[in-house]
């Protein structure tokens, strides 16, 4: 089993609709949780960032974290064309460098 | 326009050429990190540099050469490099070697004739 579990997609949607992005994970030592998006043939782009559990907010993103079901979540709302790229989550435990990844969501927003 | 900035952007090399990728950040960041990424793949760590000093070495094989001249730069030299190696190399900084988030640049997409 992988530590971080990702739906790999692709995940379809119409433009202004309001998208959920997951990932589940088995390691509770995890403290850091990040999503980033990946547009083609560029490098992974920082959305959120959350230390341990609780939700973030910032436009038209919002990230979720509940550490007693290892399950975080991105909600994009009033989704846009432009929003199509691939969604990775990330995590990292207290004092790691190291990221554990899940293998990317993509999304595509239909005009 | 991301804080870490990678060059060159593509890199077409022969198996028996030497070549260097370029990574910069003026974040005052401390970690900096090599990756490489297959198509639809997460990133894989490589290499990590904490305050200009070789950390962490994920079982890289030895044609890969990373350098650190100094906080801001990232160098990787390579050296007969196989086709399996065509990817996309991915730079990494972060406060320190502790702390996360982790900033990428948009890489350097190399191809092993």
């Known amino acids: 089993q992988k530590e971080v579990e990702q739906d790999p997609g692709p995940l379809s949607v119409p433009e202004g609709a309001i998208v959920s992005l997951n990932c589940t994970y088995s390691?509770?030592?995890?403290?850091?949780f990040m999503w980033y998006r990946q547009y083609s043939r560029k490098g992974p782009e920082l959305l959120m960032y959350?230390?341990?559990?609780g939700n973030k907010e910032d436009g038209r993103f919002t990230a979720q974290v509940d550490k007693s079901s290892k399950y975080i979540s991105l909600f994009i709302r009033d989704s846009q064309p432009s929003d199509s790229a691939t969604y990775l989550c990330?995590?990292?435990?207290?004092?790691?460098?190291?990221?554990?990844f899940g293998s990317g969501t993509r999304l595509l927003v239909r005009p | 326009d991301t804080e870490v900035t990678q060059t060159p952007k593509h890199l077409v090399m022969g198996m028996t050429n030497k070549k260097s990728l370029k990574c910069e950040q003026h974040?005052?960041?401390?970690?900096m990190y090599w990756y490489k990424q297959k198509a639809k793949k997460p990133p894989e760590l490589m290499f990590v540099?904490?305050?200009?000093?070789?950390?962490i070495n994920e079982s890289v094989p030895s044609r890969f050469s990373p350098e650190c001249p100094n906080s801001s730069l990232l160098n990787l030299h390579l050296h007969a490099l196989q086709p399996e190696d065509s990817a996309l190399y991915l730079c990494?900084?972060?406060?320190?070697?502790?702390?996360?988030?982790?900033?990428f640049g948009d890489g350097t997409r190399l191809s092993i004739l």
């Open positions: 959350t230390y341990s559990s």
């Open positions: 974040m005052g960041h401390r970690a």
């Open positions: 990330a995590m990292s435990g207290d004092s790691s460098y190291k990221l554990i």
């Open positions: 990494a900084s972060s406060q320190d070697l502790v702390s996360q988030p982790q900033h």
């Open positions: 390691n509770s030592a995890f403290q850091y």
């Open positions: 540099y904490s305050y200009e000093k070789l950390s």
